[in-house]
T-cell receptor
Framework: DAGVIQSPRHEVTEMGQEVTLRCKPISGHDYLFWYRQTMMQGLELLVYFNNKAVMDDSGMPKDRFSAKMPNASFSTLKIQPSEPRDSAVYFC????????????FGPGTRLTVT | GQSLEQPSEVTAVEGAIVQINCTYQTSGFYGLSWYQQHDGGAPTFLSYNGLDGLEETGRFSSFLSRSDSYGYLLLQELQMKDSASYFCAVRPNTGFQKLVFGTGTRLLVSP
């Protein structure tokens, strides 16, 4: 299995621009998670889906962030307009669910907003 | 809500045993997990405690005591490759598959 796939791996953009991050979960996993990691805030859950439906987006700044999962094998996280404080590593993870809730993380997208 | 506190950094030498603690305040949760993250890498799952007690997986063990609001990860026979950050995480019982991560502990293993 290829694991969770994320693109791009690195993104540098200017403040005010739109940024779209992409994720392909592991086939058969019903849960998909978007996290943001910074030195100051640590690993924060932004949003997660179950069978393509949003289950919890309480961690996502909704004025500029949006997340979609149009099908079981693809999700996007969009930031519009981007700001320097959005600079972080964004991870996508997927899971089968179950008792341990083990999550499989993608390699991450390092976003830099100048 | 949930908050999980960990020491920011722990140092040890190769071959030693190290314990990374996780103390939490939570209104309720299903279990405690541990993840490892190497610099520049992604978090990877290490272990899960759904019940109180010790879970052993090779050189790594994890412990949970709900009555003490406390858990730990024990790493034995430390190797250089164990240098990484370690995160505890809980699954709140308000969001079945959601994980809330601790502050993370950076482990430095020296020769």
């Amino acid at each position: 299995d290829a694991g969770v796939i994320q693109s791009p791996r690195h993104e540098v953009t200017e403040m005010g621009q739109e940024v779209t991050l992409r994720c392909k979960p592991i086939s058969g996993h019903d849960y998909l998670f978007w996290y943001r990691q910074t030195m100051m805030q640590g690993l924060e859950l932004l949003v997660y889906f179950n069978n393509k439906a949003v289950m919890d987006d309480s961690g996502m700044p909704k004025d500029r962030f949006s997340a979609k999962m149009p099908n079981a094998s693809f999700s996007t996280l969009k930031i519009q307009p981007s700001e320097p404080r959005d600079s972080a590593v964004y991870f996508c993870a997927s899971s089968l669910g179950g008792s341990s809730g083990e999550q499989y993380f993608g390699p991450g997208t390092r976003l830099t907003v100048t | 809500g949930q908050s999980l506190e960990q020491p920011s950094e722990v140092t040890a030498v190769e071959g030693a045993i190290v314990q990374i603690n996780c103390t939490y305040q939570t209104s309720g949760f299903y279990g405690l997990s541990w993840y490892q993250q190497h610099d520049g890498g992604a978090p990877t799952f290490l272990s899960y405690n759904g019940l109180d007690g010790l879970e052993e997986t090779g050189r790594f063990s994890s412990f949970l005591s709900r009555s003490d609001s406390y858990g730990y990860l024990l790493l034995q026979e430390l190797q250089m490759k164990d240098s990484a950050s370690y995160f505890c995480a809980v699954r709140p019982n308000t969001g079945f598959q959601k994980l809330v991560f601790g502050t993370g502990t950076r482990l430095l293993v020296s020769p």
